[in-house]
């Protein structure tokens, strides 16, 4: 038996929904008070008045004391459908099984299968966000993450899709709270943390991120891994201020990885990420890794809009690998959830199909460059043909939300994306 395949033994032998994710890793949003464990179910608020209470509420709220709870009486959260959905229908590992696997959650097994659910934790994985600061507004984000999106649909409203309302205003909340409570709280949840990883909005964007920067070098064992997101479409005054940063991290001894949010390549990339240039993040790539020591790991939020674009994806990044290293450059491919009406399996099944046996066909003709986790990535998303999202009139939608963004943005998804706008029967009338 391989070791993911004893751990997810393990995992379903204490009970058929428990995930070390829900205790060891935790993503918090500070700009709207939110956090979920991991990131894959729905943010939930922290209620100011268990803040105050106690600022390890940041990772332990009664909400998601709840949730360990029912992991523990061997119940399957609801929020956690993303893995449900996996493990359901796919012969594949679903996130639960490689989180729980990962070196900053397996040595906890022990620990946390013994605990009640009642008690206040440590992650070992913090993702923190510092709000939703971002100079782009790309296709499938919203408010709360990007401050450009909030501007959107504060100046135009939220767009009408198929009769309902989609997108609204980031909700504004007593921000100096949670943030004070962060650093309150992380001195004494430092020492417990494997990795911190710089979330957003767009860190790079955001000038306190170079403030936890400090605060990590100051502080922090050499032994904390930083992982720092971005989506990499910045001028080279503020790339090159980014890089000396990273530098800073990699000299006193951190391992880096910077996460960068891609699915597509040239001008299908620039419409799904709009605001961005596809020849300034592949430029970015380039000096990242020609003039650091830092990883590489691409964030591919796998839909719709990517279905026709990823082979080609997928190609660049093997290049990379060649040029690189193949551990060094990887890529983590997850279904979207939200919104519904992207979700790739709304197209055609044999459509469908074919694109996806052409990923796998770039994989498997790369010689071993993408390593086992990166293929089964992948070879899930292939298993899933043939279910269904779940949602009512949602290719109404999709054409809906697209007729009004290229109205606001003014561009064309028929020219951009021609093969899928025929395929979903889409015009702009």
Not at 21 to 48: D, R, Y
Not at 274 to 289: F, H, I
């Amino acid at each position: 038996m391989s070791e993911i395949e004893d751990m997810r033994s393990k995992l379903n032998a204490r009970g058929a929904g428990f995930c070390l994710a829900k205790w060891t890793q935790v993503t918090m949003h500070l700009g709207t008070g939110m956090m979920h464990s991991c990131h894959h179910p729905p943010p939930h608020q922290i209620p100011l008045n268990e803040l105050n209470a106690d600022v390890s509420a940041l990772h332990n709220t009664n909400y998601k004391k709840e949730q360990r709870k029912r992991m523990l009486n061997g119940e399957r959260p609801s929020e956690c459908s993303h893995c449900w959905n996996i493990e359901d229908n796919t012969s594949n590992f679903s996130d639960r099984v490689y989180k729980s696997n990962s070196e900053y959650s397996k040595h906890r097994f022990d620990e946390i299968a013994a605990l009640t659910g009642d008690e206040n934790v440590y992650p070992s994985y913090l993702e923190a966000s510092f709000g939703n600061v971002c100079n782009l507004r790309c296709i499938y984000c919203n408010p709360d993450f990007s401050s450009r999106w909030d501007e959107e649909i504060r100046r135009h409203g939220p767009y009408q899709v198929a009769g309902e309302e989609h997108q609204y205003p980031a909700q504004p909340q007593d921000t100096n709270a949670y943030f004070d409570a962060f650093w309150k709280w992380l001195p004494a949840a430092l020492p417990h943390l494997s990795v911190l990883r710089l979330t957003g909005g767009e860190p790079v964007s955001n000038k306190n991120i170079f403030q936890l920067i400090d605060y990590i070098l100051e502080y922090a064992n050499s032994s904390l891994e930083v992982g720092i997101n971005t989506h990499g479409s910045h001028d080279t005054k503020l790339w090159n201020k980014f890089l000396q940063q990273v530098k800073r991290l990699t000299a006193a001894g951190h391992r880096v990885i910077v996460f960068l949010s891609a699915e597509g390549t040239g001008e299908q990339s620039q419409y799904n990420r709009y605001g961005s240039k596809w020849d300034t993040v592949a430029r970015n790539c380039t000096d990242l890794l020609s003039n650091t020591d830092v990883s590489l790991t691409f964030m591919s939020t796998y839909n719709i809009m990517s279905v026709y674009t990823f082979t080609d994806f997928l190609s660049y990044v093997a290049s990379l690998k060649q040029q690189y290293g193949n551990e060094r450059v990887t890529v983590d491919t997850s279904k979207l959830d939200t919104p519904e009406f992207m979700d790739y399996r709304l197209l055609p099944e044999p459509m469908l199909v074919q694109h996806l046996d052409s990923h796998i066909e770039v994989i498997v003709n790369s010689a071993g460059a993408f390593n086992l986790w990166e293929t089964n990535k992948i070879l899930r998303l292939r298993e899933l043909v043939g279910t269904q999202p779940v949602g009512k009139n949602l290719m109404q939608k999709l054409h809906d939300y697209v007729t009004e963004y290229d109205r606001r943005r003014k561009t064309t998804f028929a020219d951009v994306f021609g093969d899928l706008a025929r395929d979903i029967g889409y015009t702009d009338e």
